[in-house]
């Protein structure tokens, strides 16, 4: 029995070593990476601008997004993904969304946005 026992801990701690927690950050690091590496490849980065000024909404090469309201800076944050013409929304509360970019005017949540210049 005890050698049976030893053998299950030994399984146990093996498991436990491969989900360390340096290797889970090395696991996250990879995706980061790779989700970094797809977001550089839109051209939609950067700065995105209502007609009057009142939302900005900047689209960050790591897949993260940052949209100020008025006086208010990072009203929202949360991450982006970009398919074709498509975007599509998770902000940091839950609240998901999504837009189309259509001749370099970004329509979203019933707003239109250009590129700030």
Partial sequence: MKMVSTSI???LASVAADASPSRAS???K???TEQTLQAVTHPYIGMWV???GQIRQELLANGRYDEARG???SAYQGRYEVTGNHI???DDTGFTAD???VDDVLYHGGMIFYREK
């Fill in 71 to 73: 006086q208010r800076k």
């Fill in 99 to 101: 837009g189309k970019f």
């Fill in 26 to 28: 090395s696991m996250m």
């Fill in 9 to 11: 801990a030994m399984a």
């Fill in 88 to 90: 599509d929304y998770w």
């Fill in 30 to 32: 990879t995706e980061n």
């Fill in 50 to 52: 209502t007609g009057d």
